[in-house]
Nanobody, 123 residues
Framework: QVQLVESGGGLVQPGGSLRLSCAAS????????VGWFRQAPGKEREVVAV????????NYADSVKGRFTISRDNAKNTVFLQMNSLKAEDTAVYYC????????????????WGQGTQVTVSA
């Protein structure tokens, strides 16, 4: 009942910035908590950041704290991930996911997933 489309990925140099967007449609977006996940080549999928339905509660993986910021604009049915000071280790496919729980770091808690957007950090 919810469709998610990520955008904003691309190639960026180390130290650069990107802003990812996750546009939702199909149901009332404010009813869903949202998580950003990523999967790098040869690695397991991992949580990056999560945000509650209202946007008040935000949590981040230790690896991105201080560099990434998750936010949402429920009026526009969109969640963002601002990524600053990017490192080569941030290279991955980034996915957004929505679920009825407020926040969760577990991917099984999210029922709806986008197709992902590639982020490549390289000199």
């Amino acid at each position: 009942q919810v469709q998610l489309v990520e955008s904003g990925g691309g190639l960026v140099q180390p130290g650069g910035s990107l802003r990812l967007s996750c546009a939702a449609s199909g149901r009332t977006f404010s009813n869903f908590g949202v998580g950003w996940f990523r999967q790098a080549p040869g690695k397991e999928r991992e949580v990056v950041a999560v945000i509650s339905r209202s946007g008040v509660i935000k949590n981040y993986a230790d690896s991105v704290k201080g560099r990434f910021t998750i936010s949402r604009d429920n009026a526009k049915n969109t969640v963002f991930l601002q990524m600053n000071s990017l490192k080569a280790e941030d290279t991955a496919v980034y996915y957004c996911a929505a679920g009825t729980a407020q926040t969760s770091a577990a991917d099984r808690s999210y029922e709806y997933w986008g197709q992902g957007t590639q982020v490549t950090v390289s000199a």
